[in-house]
């Protein structure tokens, strides 16, 4: 008898455990893949993040985080810096230019299959009486790299504010970073990188790197 | 009984939706960031993509995508050509995907150090490497 408790216990704990598992990951409603899956691009060329915040260091210090998550979802993805400088050794320093090219002439000439576009819409804090608000948002956009079509997209719009009552793990690392005279913006624009690529979830399937490629649609 | 329970379903909740990581990123993203905050700093820039390749090699991992061209890269800039190439080789033995860039860039770099080696350009006055093959 109290074995079955305990298992029924142990069972109503893991149903728990699936649905906080599905809340945090896969609320988003179901995207159309079919543009991306016909694509079945290989690799990702990240270029440079065009800025619509007043922070001029925002753009580049927003690409830095971009290859891990970007990578972790199975895809190769080129040298976000390399890529910048060549692309700033052609004439092309501005990323609004960049973002204005044609993708397919771009892919062909790091031979990319898709191509990530990333905007800053939001990247402030403000201090408000002993509060501080913190809000970056982003707009992430994936083009084929032969047909320059769209792929995939995703806005992500992350915000912390201080008196929100901790916040769990990513609420500690943003309050600890904000006590100091200038905001640190990163954990919460990786945050924000993390949660729209995820799969299942806002994200796109996974590339030919992780071992769900090819069946994690099918789920 | 239910605690432990309640423990691993935290920890498959967390792991589902972050932590895990297909590669040993090491501190990739950090010495960009570095870099971009502190472009003067090339040491600190070179020794935290090499500290990248070293702990994945070591570790018998796949260094991650892009890394070791960054690496390359860095070094083109500082001059040092013929370990420059060697880097954008192991990136495109490793990395099929980048082989177009990785010749661009190899052609190039076998191209400065040509000229370098012609014209005796000292060090100084070289600035940063040739950008994707001129289409004139």
């Known amino acids: ?219 | 009984m239910r605690a432990p329970v309640f423990a691993f379903a935290v920890a498959l909740a967390v792991s589902g939706c972050a932590a895990r990581t297909t590669y040993h990123w090491g501190s990739y993203d950090e010495t960009l960031y570095k870099h971009y905050k502190r472009p003067l700093d090339r040491e600190a820039w070179v020794a935290g993509l090499e500290e990248t390749v070293l702990a994945a090699e070591q570790d018998g991992e796949r260094v991650p995508p892009g890394v070791y061209a960054e690496l390359g890269y860095a070094l083109l800039e500082e001059g040092q050509t013929k370990e420059a190439i060697s880097y954008f080789e192991k990136e495109k033995t490793k990395w099929p995907e980048s082989r177009v860039l990785m010749e661009k860039m190899i052609r190039n770099a076998q191209q400065r150090a040509g000229n370098v080696a012609g014209a005796r350009i000292p060090a100084s006055t070289r600035g940063p490497a040739g950008a994707v093959e001129t289409k004139r």
Request: with cysteine; net charge neutral; proline share 7%.
């Open chain 1, 1 to 219: 008898m109290t074995f079955i408790c305990r298992s029924a216990a142990r069972r109503l704990a893991l149903g728990v455990a699936l649905v906080v598992l599905a809340a945090g990951c896969a609320t988003a409603p179901k995207k159309d893949y079919a543009k991306l899956v016909a694509a079945q691009p290989r690799s990702i060329l990240v270029v440079p993040v065009v800025n619509n915040s007043v922070d001029v260091n925002a753009p580049d210090y927003f690409l830095s985080t971009l290859p891990v998550p970007v990578g972790e979802r199975g895809y190769y993805v080129f040298p976000v810096n390399l890529v910048k400088r060549l692309l700033e050794d052609d004439g092309l320093s501005d990323a609004a230019l960049v973002h204005g090219a044609d993708p397919a002439k771009l892919a062909s000439l790091f031979g990319a299959d898709a191509i990530l576009y990333v905007t800053i819409e939001k990247w402030e804090a403000k201090w408000v009486l002993v509060s501080t608000y913190v809000t970056v948002e982003f707009q992430y956009v994936l083009k084929d790299g032969k047909t320059g079509a769209t792929l995939w997209e995703e806005h992500q719009k992350m915000e912390y504010s201080s008196d929100s009552g901790g916040g769990g793990l990513l609420g500690a690392i943003v309050s600890a970073a904000v006590t100091k005279a200038s905001p640190n913006y990163m954990p919460l624009a990786r945050q924000a990188s993390w949660k729209a690529m995820a799969f299942p979830g806002p994200g796109f399937p996974a590339g030919p790197y992780r071992p769900e490629h090819g069946i994690d649609l099918k789920q």
